[in-house]
């Protein structure tokens, strides 16, 4: 407190054996309390109990976190995650477990400097409390021509679309990203050296928004489908809606370049795109689609993304990095791409998002940063996608004080015509558990 609010001239920190001339307690209250006689707010606590990230608990009865042991929210560091307690997270409404913090001051006779001091003190760390944010993440999107109707019908096309709840996954959280795995254009033609070619008619962003998604990843293997006309109309629609992006752009400045975007009671998050697909079977390459000084296109440059992740983690803000890459329809990631992910963690990045692979895989923790590899399809319509691909997720990531401190899971099925969500929960948390197992650090015997 004293490093944010300088003492007033005349008063320093006690130090050993001096005697004191004023104390300070910190206290903390019941959420319904109010405050006693000189005391004054300073902020809020959320306590929590934890569980190793691999571990196949999402969220306990009060009783039983409070057997398991409560600890400060902000002290719960990856490779360790918060639980919830019957399904609510820590911050959100109807959370037992968050508290409100008062200091008092105790001194023989007032000094009117101090007390000033400490008012302001009270207002600094208020106006600071942010309370923990939910930051919604969904996998792949990209809409096929059979269901571009519903596109334009507002929140009836959302419906069926996104069935059983799985709209409402996006919504109830304060931010929510995903992979447009798509260009939003009707001009261009399909690229000849690939073998999948999708899109989506213009006008598309606005369906998107509407969905509740905040921030969407560009820097993929498909960006390009329909050339670079085509690539050029999806950045206009996008931003004649205001829906913000990152990994592409009209110059490797512009793709690697991190995104701030406030999310309201929670802070601002940044965020960086990029892709590190491999090369496509008819030939399609990473460097066709990568910007340069002068050339639009995705972010593939990793240097430039690790100095954007740098000077985002710099701002003090908590950054989020989306990035396209990995082998597809496995289970695990392979070596190279760990490899990979790992370097954004060890420049500063709280939470690295893959996509790619079109199925699940697994968590693990680097350098105090969360890695999810793949959450799967979330919306992949007209395409005949292997079994494996259906089964999907929603990861709802906490995030506090600059790190993730709990993770949930909410399964969901991306079929050939529509997405929905699935009613049971461990569907998806023991999968998840076993594919971050396979990811986990061999413990030495």
Same mark, same amino acid.
């Given at each position: 407190?004293?490093?944010?609010?300088?003492?007033?001239?005349?008063?320093?920190?006690?130090?050993?054996?001096?005697?004191?001339?004023?104390?300070?307690?910190?206290?903390?209250?019941?959420?319904?309390?109010?405050?006693?006689?000189?005391?004054?707010?300073?902020?809020?606590?959320?306590?929590?109990?934890?569980?190793?990230?691999?571990?196949?608990?999402?969220?306990?009865?009060?009783?039983?976190?409070?057997?398991? !042991?409560?600890? @400060?929210?902000?002290?719960?560091? *990856?490779?360790? +995650?918060? =639980? $919830? /307690?019957? !399904?609510?997270? @820590?911050?959100?409404?109807?959370? *037992?477990?968050? +508290?409100? =913090? $008062? /200091?008092?001051?105790?001194?023989?006779?007032?000094?009117?400097?101090?007390?000033?001091?400490?008012?302001?003190?009270?207002?600094?760390?208020?106006?600071?409390?942010?309370?923990?944010?939910?930051?919604?993440?969904?996998?792949?999107?990209?809409?096929?021509?059979?269901?571009?109707?519903?596109?334009?019908?507002g929140e009836d096309g959302l419906a069926t679309l996104l069935r059983g709840g799985a709209l409402d996954l996006l919504r109830r959280s304060d931010?929510?990203?995903?992979?447009?795995?798509?260009?939003?254009?009707?001009?261009?033609?399909?690229?000849?050296?690939?073998?999948?070619?999708?899109?989506?008619?213009?006008?598309?962003?606005?369906?998107?928004?509407?969905?509740?998604?905040?921030?969407?990843?560009?820097?993929?293997?498909?960006?390009?489908?329909?050339?670079?006309?085509?690539?050029?109309?999806?950045?206009?629609?996008?931003?004649?809606?205001?829906?913000?992006?990152?990994?592409?752009?009209?110059?490797?400045?512009?793709?690697?370049?991190?995104?701030?975007?406030?999310?309201?009671?929670?802070?601002?998050?940044?965020?960086?795109?990029?892709?590190?697909?491999?090369?496509?079977?008819?030939?399609?390459?990473?460097?066709?689609?990568?910007?340069g000084q002068a050339k639009a296109g995705v972010d593939a440059d990793l240097a430039a993304a690790l100095i954007s992740v740098r000077v985002a983690?710099?701002?003090?803000?908590?950054?989020?990095?989306?990035?396209?890459?990995?082998?597809?329809?496995?289970?695990?990631?392979?070596?190279?791409?760990?490899?990979?992910?790992?370097?954004?963690?060890?420049?500063?990045?709280?939470?690295?998002?893959?996509?790619?692979?079109?199925?699940?895989?697994?968590?693990?923790?680097?350098?105090?940063?969360?890695?999810?590899?793949?959450?799967?399809?979330?919306?992949?319509?007209?395409?005949?996608?292997?079994?494996?691909?259906?089964?999907?997720?929603?990861?709802?990531?906490?995030?506090?004080?600059?790190?993730?401190?709990?993770?949930?899971?909410?399964?969901?099925?991306?079929?050939?015509?529509?997405?929905?969500?699935?009613?049971?929960?461990?569907?998806?948390?023991?999968?998840?558990?076993?594919?971050?197992?396979?990811?986990?650090?061999?413990?030495?015997?």
């Open positions: 407190m004293a490093k944010s609010c300088p003492l007033p001239a005349g008063w320093h920190l006690s130090k050993m054996g001096e005697t004191a001339a004023a104390t300070l307690a910190l206290e903390i209250l019941p959420p319904e309390s109010d405050l006693g006689p000189g005391e004054l707010p300073f902020g809020s606590l959320y306590l929590a109990a934890s569980v190793e990230l691999q571990d196949a608990t999402y969220s306990v009865g009060a009783s039983e976190a409070e057997s398991r !042991g409560l600890v @400060p929210l902000e002290t719960i560091d *990856p490779p360790r +995650r918060a =639980l $919830a /307690v019957d !399904g609510i997270l @820590p911050g959100s409404q109807g959370y *037992p477990f968050s +508290r409100k =913090l $008062a /200091v008092v001051m105790r001194a023989d006779g007032k000094d009117e400097a101090l007390s000033a001091w400490l008012e302001s003190a009270s207002r600094s760390a208020v106006s600071s409390d942010r309370r923990p944010l939910i930051l919604a993440a969904a996998g792949d999107i990209q809409v096929g021509e059979e269901q571009w109707p519903l596109l334009l019908e931010l929510a990203v995903a992979n447009l795995e798509s260009p939003i254009s009707s001009r261009g033609v399909p690229n000849p050296r690939k073998h999948y070619h999708f899109r989506m008619p213009a006008g598309s962003s606005s369906w998107l928004k509407e969905a509740g998604l905040g921030m969407l990843l560009l820097a993929n293997n498909h960006a390009l489908d329909y050339g670079l006309d085509a690539f050029m109309d999806t950045l206009a629609d996008l931003d004649a809606t205001s829906t913000p992006y990152v990994g592409a752009g009209k110059s490797l400045a512009a793709a690697a370049a991190p995104r701030f975007v406030d999310s309201g009671p929670g802070g601002s998050l940044a965020f960086v795109g990029f892709a590190c697909f491999p090369d496509e079977s008819q030939g399609f390459t990473l460097a066709e689609a990568a910007a983690a710099a701002s003090g803000a908590p950054v989020v990095v989306l990035a396209h890459g990995g082998n597809e329809y496995i289970e695990a990631p392979p070596k190279a791409t760990r490899e990979l992910f790992a370097k954004f963690a060890e420049a500063g990045a709280a939470l690295v998002i893959g996509t790619h692979p079109h199925q699940l895989q697994g968590c693990e923790a680097r350098s105090g940063c969360l890695i999810a590899y793949s959450l799967g399809n979330f919306i992949f319509t007209d395409e005949a996608e292997p079994p494996q691909a259906w089964r999907g997720a929603v990861l709802h990531f906490l995030i506090y004080r600059g790190k993730v401190r709990a993770v949930m899971p909410f399964p969901i099925l991306a079929l050939y015509d529509y997405t929905m969500a699935e009613e049971d929960p461990a569907l998806i948390e023991d999968r998840l558990s076993a594919l971050s197992a396979l990811l986990a650090p061999v413990q030495p015997r």
